[in-house]
Nanobody, 125 residues
Framework: VQLQASGGGLVQPGGSLTLSCRTSGFAFDYFPIGWFRQAPGKEREGVSCIISDGSTYYVDSVKGRFTISRDRGKNTVYLRMNSLKPEDTAVYYC????????????????????WGQGTQVTVSS
């Protein structure tokens, strides 16, 4: 099981970025894929999740600005981030787990078993 996050960078406030999570070694659309982020000195927090039936979930701080999607042909999950704010600055990680997640459990980073290496997103003028 491998996940590789990419697409981070430096962007001005109000700008956009699209992160990619390329997966291999498992049937990624049968399992949940989550995006998490961790800012310096803070706990890793959930951002967005897509589950096997295609349902998508977002934390309140990114609703209306971020969009998660997947491309079965490329075994890749994307996180489109619009209207970026300085407080979105963090290392972003994608993760998967082979057990069912629910809206009440999906934001707990400790329950996710497999992680990508992270990609830095910096929002600054």
């Amino acid at each position: 099981v491998q996940l590789q996050a990419s697409g981070g960078g430096l962007v001005q406030p109000g700008g956009s970025l699209t992160l990619s999570c390329r997966t291999s070694g498992f049937a990624f659309d049968y399992f949940p894929i989550g995006w998490f982020r961790q800012a310096p000195g803070k706990e890793r927090e959930g951002v967005s999740c897509i589950i096997s039936d295609g349902s998508t979930y977002y934390v309140d701080s990114v609703k209306g600005r971020f969009t998660i999607s997947r491309d079965r042909g490329k075994n890749t999950v994307y996180l489109r981030m619009n209207s970026l704010k300085p407080e979105d600055t963090a290392v972003y990680y994608c993760a998967t787990d082979f057990e069912t997640v629910t809206p009440s459990t999906m934001w707990n980073a400790y329950r996710w078993d497999y992680w990508g290496q992270g990609t830095q997103v910096t929002v600054s003028s």
